[in-house]
């Protein structure tokens, strides 16, 4: 099958309007030169983009339908980051062969995760070589009003959402070949399946000051907070949220490990002014989506950790990709 072949079979259909979304915001999609969009009156467009390589980002033999959702979920991580409402998407595919069942299992599973998160595919690419996947997503947010990393300000707490650590625990039940049980599925599906908080973003954008999804780590992106802003920041590790599952798996210390430095949970790190932590607690109260304080920005630069009952300078270290 050609690429023009493969691109009509699997992925032309999901070209499809995704229930919620407007039609009206594509004139031109899949099958011309570029896609013809439109951003509505009074709607800044916010884009990313993020690649998946074989053996650097996923083990070889990882299963079509779980690399979709871990491709779509990652990148959509950056518009909730936003406090953006996803729309459009276009994908690039690089693929050792046109191996239609490889691809039958992928477009089947991305065609699930885009009704999911409501987004549009409108253009993309394929070709061969090594099994690399690129995703560019685009979202909206009202005009001025994007979630930016460089807005925190002296004295705001230091939220995170959900839970930290169950995706590098997954990857560690996959590295040391775990036998399944409810922990190591649980787990594997927060490895494979990241949940973008979307509803989260949207909600905490009228009070936060700053937000960033955790794709490198909790102590390596609140690195890039405190460089944008230029501010410190001090982090409690007894104050991280963790799973049951993860608690059940390892030992406390190296769950609280890596929950600061694991990285690829793609929760939201955000901080929120003192003065507006009592009204977004009232707005949380009905959302199904946990956050908890893990510490402060402060004055004094750099990252401290609390141990031994005294704060401690401690390097940011996150995945570092070269």
Same mark, same amino acid.
């Given at each position: 099958?050609?690429?023009?072949?493969?691109?009509?079979?699997?992925?032309?259909?999901?070209?499809?309007?995704?229930?919620?979304?407007?039609?009206?915001?594509?004139?031109?999609?899949?099958?011309?030169?570029?896609?013809?969009?439109?951003?509505?009156?009074?709607?800044?467009?916010?884009?990313?983009?993020?690649?998946?390589?074989?053996?650097?980002?996923?083990?070889?033999?990882?299963?079509?339908?779980?690399?979709?959702?871990?491709?779509?979920?990652?990148?959509?991580?950056?518009?909730?980051?936003?406090?953006?409402?996803?729309?459009?998407?276009?994908?690039?595919?690089?693929?050792?062969?046109?191996?239609?069942?490889?691809?039958?299992?992928?477009?089947?599973?991305?065609?699930?995760?885009?009704?999911?998160?409501?987004?549009?595919?409108?253009?993309?690419?394929?070709?061969?070589?090594?099994?690399?996947?690129?995703?560019?997503?685009?979202?909206?947010?009202?005009?001025? +009003?994007?979630? =930016?990393? *460089?807005?925190?300000?002296?004295?705001?707490?230091?939220?995170?959402? /959900?839970? $930290? %650590? !169950?995706?590098?625990?997954?990857?560690?039940?996959?590295?040391?070949?775990?036998?399944?049980?409810?922990?190591?599925?649980?787990?594997?599906?927060?490895?494979?399946?990241?949940?973008?908080?979307?509803? +989260?973003?949207? =909600?905490? *954008?009228?009070?936060?000051?700053?937000?960033?999804?955790?794709?490198? /780590?909790? $102590? %390596? !992106?609140?690195?890039?907070?405190?460089?944008?802003?230029?501010?410190?920041?001090?982090?409690?590790?007894?104050?991280?949220?963790?799973?049951?599952?993860?608690?059940?798996?390892?030992?406390?210390?190296?769950?609280?490990?890596?929950?600061?430095?694991?990285?690829?949970?793609?929760?939201?790190?955000?901080?929120?002014?003192?003065?507006?932590?009592?009204?977004?607690?009232?707005?949380?109260?009905?959302?199904?989506?946990?956050?908890?304080?893990?510490?402060?920005?402060?004055?004094?630069?750099?990252?401290?950790?609390?141990?031994?009952?005294?704060?401690?300078?401690?390097?940011?270290?996150?995945?570092?990709?070269?």
């Amino acid at each position: 099958m050609d690429e023009f072949a493969l691109i009509r079979r699997y992925f032309q259909p999901l070209q499809q309007p995704r229930q919620g979304t407007a039609e009206e915001s594509v004139s031109v999609g899949i099958g011309d030169d570029c896609a013809v969009l439109n951003v509505p009156e009074g709607r800044q467009l916010v884009v990313s983009i993020d690649t998946l390589v074989e053996g650097t980002h996923f083990l070889a033999d990882t299963p079509p339908e779980q690399l979709a959702w871990r491709l779509l979920g990652a990148c959509v991580s950056d518009l909730a980051a936003m406090g953006a409402t996803p729309s459009w998407l276009t994908l690039a595919l690089t693929l050792p062969h046109a191996d239609e069942a490889w691809v039958s299992a992928f477009s089947a599973a991305l065609s699930e995760a885009t009704q999911l998160y409501r987004i549009r595919l409108v253009g993309g690419d394929t070709t061969r070589g090594p099994l690399t996947l690129t995703a560019q997503v685009h979202g909206f947010v009202k005009t001025d +009003t994007a979630l =930016l990393r *460089s807005n925190a300000q002296i004295g705001d707490l230091i939220c995170v959402t /959900g839970t $930290l %650590g !169950d995706s590098r625990a997954g990857l560690e039940t996959l590295l040391t070949k775990s036998s399944s049980n409810t922990v190591v599925e649980y787990l594997r599906q927060r490895f494979y399946r990241p949940q973008p908080r979307i509803s +989260t973003g949207q =909600l905490i *954008s009228a009070y936060a000051s700053a937000c960033i999804d955790i794709s490198d /780590g909790l $102590l %390596g !992106d609140i690195q890039h907070i405190m460089d944008q802003s230029e501010v410190g920041a001090q982090i409690n590790p007894e104050a991280l949220p963790l799973s049951a599952e993860i608690q059940h798996f390892t030992d406390d210390k190296t769950a609280r490990e890596w929950a600061l430095s694991g990285g690829e949970d793609f929760e939201l790190c955000f901080t929120v002014p003192p003065e507006q932590w009592l009204s977004l607690q009232a707005h949380l109260q009905n959302h199904d989506v946990q956050v908890t304080p893990v510490g402060a920005i402060c004055e004094a630069k750099g990252l401290q950790l609390f141990s031994q009952g005294e704060w401690c300078a401690v390097a940011a270290n996150g995945y570092k990709h070269f």
